[in-house]
């Protein structure tokens, strides 16, 4: 099993950015698709972005493209998350996780690994 390790969040302004870092360890992190996730209170997790394994298909959010991107270093067994132009509502503790195919990669279910989470809050 991949472990997972979410970092890089915190407390920024109303169109900030932030770059979040999902490290990996335990199995061949190459060998996983990889996804990002968020979970504000009172909602449902909810797909943000996603990677194949190799980086060369990325797949986001309607609620996100053209503002956050997903990317990977399998050489640093580590998934990023770049966000830019963050609005209050991006506000939520985002997670990582992994899955061995790209097929399903917008559905939470389908993930074997996921991360602890680490909190994104956006003021206005």
């Known amino acids: 099993q991949v472990q997972l390790v979410e970092s890089g969040g915190g407390l920024v302004q109303a169109g900030g950015s932030l770059r979040l870092s999902c490290a990996a360890s335990?199995?061949?992190?190459?060998?996983?698709?990889m996804g990002w996730f968020r979970q504000a209170p009172g909602k449902e997790r909810e797909f943000v972005a996603g990677?194949?394994?190799?980086?060369?298909?990325?797949y986001y959010s309607d609620s996100v493209k053209g503002r956050f991107t997903i990317s990977r270093d399998n050489a640093k067994n580590t998934m990023y998350l770049h966000m830019s132009s963050l609005k209050p509502e991006d506000t939520a503790v985002y997670y990582c996780a992994c899955k061995e195919a790209v097929a399903g990669i917008r559905l939470p279910h389908e993930y074997e690994s996921w991360g602890q989470g680490t909190q994104v809050t956006v003021s206005s």
């Open positions: 335990g199995r061949t992190f190459s060998n996983y698709a």
């Open positions: 990677i194949s394994w190799n980086g060369r298909s990325t």
